[in-house]
């Protein structure tokens, strides 16, 4: 059965602070996803992530993939209060089809 | 058109109704999903429609029964609901690309409240 781990779980931190979301999952996998939600609303995708190694940059967030270490990264740059939500990593555990573990998620709160 | 719309926005419904929530997309994606949310809580996956086939059904209760009746139509209809199966319930969309499919595109959800 294929896990996935966020950390933290809850994060606080400063405006213009950096800060680092990791996700960790048990099985091979070469698909990973990035989701934000804001409280009452919607996922909204993020980043997608196709292979090992692989990078992708938004604004001041930026996600890796780490397929050997079965992990990803979303890191925040200097932290504004608009990116506040509840992050979310989801794995895809193959199959011809797409069904997704997500991880439980991390709520980031920035405080101005 | 890039965007996943489900209606109702809120339902009530007492144990004995039926109901149905709709989902629909017009992006030609052939992979189309019911999640049910809970506060604090991650998506968990109810029902997966491959090509308007059911491909994965997650051990839902018979009380949810999902309907695709074309390929850019998902329905949930609703019967003799419990009170904790209030949640939000999320639609879902993915393109096929090779042997896989992209990420999912989100609709605004259903906020259903069972009394």
């Known amino acids: 059965e294929l896990k996935v781990e966020q950390n933290p779980l809850f994060l606080s931190m400063q405006e213009g602070k950096n800060y680092t979301i990791y996700c960790n999952y048990s099985?091979?996998?070469?698909?990973l996803y990035w989701y934000r939600q804001d409280p009452g609303k919607s996922l909204e995708s993020l980043f997608v992530?196709?292979?090992?190694?692989a990078v992708k940059q938004e604004g001041r967030l930026m996600a890796s993939l780490d397929t050997k270490a079965r992990l990803s990264t979303l890191h925040i740059t200097a932290a504004v209060h608009d990116l506040s939500a509840t992050y979310f990593c989801?794995?895809?555990?193959?199959?011809?089809?797409?069904?997704?573990?997500f991880g439980i998620g991390t709520k980031l709160q920035v405080i101005p | 058109d890039t965007e996943v719309t489900q209606t109702p926005k809120h339902l009530v419904m007492g144990m004995t109704n039926k109901k149905s929530l709709k989902c629909e997309q017009h992006?030609?994606?052939?992979?189309m999903y019911w999640y049910k949310q809970k506060a604090k809580k991650p998506p968990e996956l109810m029902f997966v429609?491959?090509?308007?086939?059911?491909?994965i059904n997650e051990s839902v209760p018979s009380r949810f029964s999902p309907e695709c009746p074309n390929s850019s139509l998902l329905n949930l209809h609703l019967h003799a609901l419990q009170p904790e199966d209030s949640a939000l319930y999320l639609c879902?969309?993915?393109?096929?690309?090779?042997?896989?499919?992209?990420?999912?595109?989100f609709g605004p959800g259903t906020r259903l409240t069972v009394l």
């Open positions: 992006m030609g994606h052939r992979a």
């Open positions: 879902a969309s993915s393109q096929r690309s090779g042997d896989s499919y992209n990420e999912q595109f």
């Open positions: 099985t091979t996998s070469d698909r």
């Open positions: 989801a794995v895809d555990r193959g199959g011809g089809y797409q069904k997704v573990t």
């Open positions: 429609y491959s090509y308007e086939k059911l491909s």
């Open positions: 992530l196709l292979s090992n190694g």
